[in-house]
């Protein structure tokens, strides 16, 4: 066994399961869970890789997280800006098709306060 073997490194128990580990300075064994930092030699590091992670990489996988989260805002605000776009689109080509007298009603139901309109829809219902 060489002396990189032995080498003590730090890791982050990430699972499925603990692992069995031993407490600095007494070297007393206890179950390490879940999300708890570790100290053990690089040879037991290898032996239980499936189960360690690196702390440096935990953050960088932190960051990434992140930085994907802050990627999907920004998609939603371009995707919400796209849709507001389409709609004004589509308003500007309904009122195209309109004649100039729809077109002219229309902006002077548009300029009424809300309870003119509201009576004027009234008595056309009726």
Known sequence: MSKADEAIVERVVTGPKGIHAKRDGTGERYYAEVGETVKLSLRSAKKFARYLTAPGVIAAQEEVKKAEAAANVEIAKANAEVVSADADT??????????EEERAE????????????????DANAS
Do not use: G, I
């Not at 589509?90 to 004649?99: G, I």
């Not at 548009?110 to 003119?116: H, I, T, V, Y």
């Open 90 to 99: 589509a308003e500007a080509d309904r009122r195209a098709a309109l004649s």
């Open 106 to 121: 229309e902006d002077r139901r548009a300029a009424l306060p809300d309870e003119e309109r509201q009576a004027e829809d």
